[in-house]
């Protein structure tokens, strides 16, 4: 085993899955998981970034749109959903 690795356990069918998945991308096993999880956690880096100027969402500052033909009954029912 290499410096700097670790071993770590998969389910039969999800290696299974993995290796086809490998074969295609003409790579092996621990390289498509090591890749998946690098884009994974890149991703994730992403979204706090993006998120981290943005407002967060609130349904107190949400107003709810009428349907078009929707009765008051049937958009008091749906404004109860939100509630």
Do not use: C, W
């Not at 770590?8 to 086809?20: G, L």
């Amino acid at each position: 085993m290499a410096e700097n690795t670790r071993t770590i356990e998969i389910n039969a069918e999800v290696f299974e899955i993995a290796q086809r998945t490998a074969e295609m991308d003409k790579v092996d096993v621990p390289t498509l998981v090591e890749n998946l999880v690098r884009r994974h956690a890149e991703y994730v880096e992403t979204l706090e970034e993006i998120g981290s100027d943005m407002p967060r969402f609130s349904l107190a500052d949400y107003e709810l749109q009428r349907d078009p033909g929707e009765t008051n009954d049937e958009y008091k029912a749906r404004l109860n959903l939100f509630r």
